[in-house]
């Protein structure tokens, strides 16, 4: 039998071509930061924190400014007060669309916690009359075939997700995401095309809204605040929307003039420069545990050497125990609760019981390195994030090898 020293010595080597494709994107993406940085003078006078209604607070509109140019869109929102990816996806989904619309997703079924937004609690689009149906994937593709057949008169919102989520499928690239609006905007021009952007930001040079795009929106404790942004959501699209979006964030007629935040937005500034790099360190981390997990005889996806446009990498342990033991694995080797001990347990949301590794600094953060997954065939954990390689690597390493000592690998 190899030793786990031996299948990482291995997998290292085989990633490294890689390794270099992703430090080139890094490197290209950094120096975008950079000039974006320059042209918009941020200076310290940016970090400095607001009160009460947050009116002209120089901190806030600057980096909704600052995000609009990075992602190429017209507007921006950009909020400490946005609680969370779910709630980011939520305000546009309620901002553009009013009752009698329909809501079709054509890349699947929606992340679980969007579904509870579509139907399922108190004030979902369902009670304020907007429908929703979506397209299954076809061989694991958009099914652009479907699409004409499932495009109603009222359907108002096309949704897109670009990361695979929690699903055994593959994340759809900035090019796929673009031959499939343009296909849904030649069939109806005047819907709206919305991308659940989660997990995918700066894994690519381009963003969906490059690709035609309307909204895009997602998390600041995942790619984009780096590692480094406390909390918060964003969300990029054109002018006309963005307007409508705002109105749900705040009220009609006030909209993105208000919202105050008495503490400094360094961490949203210095995490957004950050996360090109901090993204690399994450993807890095997912390649070598494709290519370790295969040399160990799991079913990985995406494969070490396939494109990728998420940071999410699935496993499958084909056992409770084994997937279970994995996740404990990387709790152990966390620098924040490594002497908490992870269980399956009941998720609101969810259908079966779920196991959560997360050792990270801000509470939740998946771009810090966590495993997820739900107790059911075939068994599969999905891993994401690190905020270095190094950690990536060395809580890898430490929990397989923690599954060999058990005899389980
Ligand atoms: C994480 C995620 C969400 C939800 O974000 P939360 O911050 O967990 O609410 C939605 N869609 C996708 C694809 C995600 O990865």
């Given amino acids: 039998m190899r030793t786990i020293d031996s299948v990482f010595l291995q997998a290292e080597e085989d990633c490294k071509p890689q390794f270099a494709l992703f430090e080139n994107t890094e490197e290209q993406l950094t120096r975008k930061m950079l000039e974006a940085f320059k042209d918009f003078q941020i200076a310290q006078r940016h970090f400095a924190p607001s009160n009460g209604y947050g009116y002209d607070d120089i901190g806030r509109d600057t980096l909704e400014a600052l995000f609009a140019h990075i992602f190429k869109a017209e507007e921006a929102i950009v909020r400490p007060q946005i609680t969370s990816g779910t709630h980011a996806l939520s305000l546009c989904l309620f901002g553009l669309t009013k009752p009698g619309d329909h809501i079709l997703s054509i890349t699947g079924k929606p992340y679980d916690t969007l579904m509870t937004v579509i139907e399922g609690a108190a004030g979902d689009l369902k009670s304020q009359g907007v429908d929703f149906s979506f397209v299954p994937l076809k061989d694991n593709e958009i099914d652009l075939a479907a699409l004409k057949e499932n495009i109603r008169p009222n359907t108002s ?81 054109t002018k006309e929307c963005i307007e409508k979006i705002a109105s749900r964030l705040t009220a009609p007629g006030i909209g993105r003039e208000t919202g105050s935040y008495e ?86 949301g969810y259908s079966d019981n779920v196991i959560m590794a997360a050792g990270s600094f ?48």
């Fill in 157 to 237: 919102l096309i949704m897109l997700q670009r990361s695979r989520g929690y699903d055994w499928r593959k994340a759809f690239n900035v090019k796929e995401l673009e031959e499939a609006i343009r296909k849904v905007k030649k069939i109806k021009p005047d819907a709206k095309t919305f991308v659940d952007n989660c997990y995918g930001e700066f894994t690519e040079l381009s963003e969906p809204v490059s690709a035609g795009a309307d909204v895009i929106a997602g998390s600041l404790i995942k790619n984009p605040g780096g590692g480094i942004a406390p909390t918060g959501g964003y969300i990029a699209g």
């Fill in 263 to 348: 503490a400094s937005y360094r961490p949203f500034y210095q995490g957004l420069f950050m996360a090109p790099h901090t993204v690399c360190q994450a993807l890095k981390t997912a390649c070598l545990a494709s290519r370790a997990g295969e040399l160990l005889g799991l079913k990985v996806s995406p494969g070490y050497n396939e494109k990728r446009s998420d940071i999410i990498q699935a496993l499958q342990f084909n056992d409770p125990d084994r997937l279970i033991a994995f996740c404990q694995g990387i709790q152990y080797f966390s620098p924040i609760d490594s002497f908490v001990t992870p269980v399956p347990w009941e998720m609101p």
């Fill in 362 to 409: 801000v509470l939740g953060a998946s771009i810090e390195l966590s495993c997820d997954a739900p107790i059911r065939p075939p068994y599969t954990a999905y891993l994401q994030g690190a905020l270095s390689y190094a950690h990536g690597k060395t809580a890898l390493k430490g929990s397989f090898l923690r599954m060999r000592e058990k005899g389980m690998l």
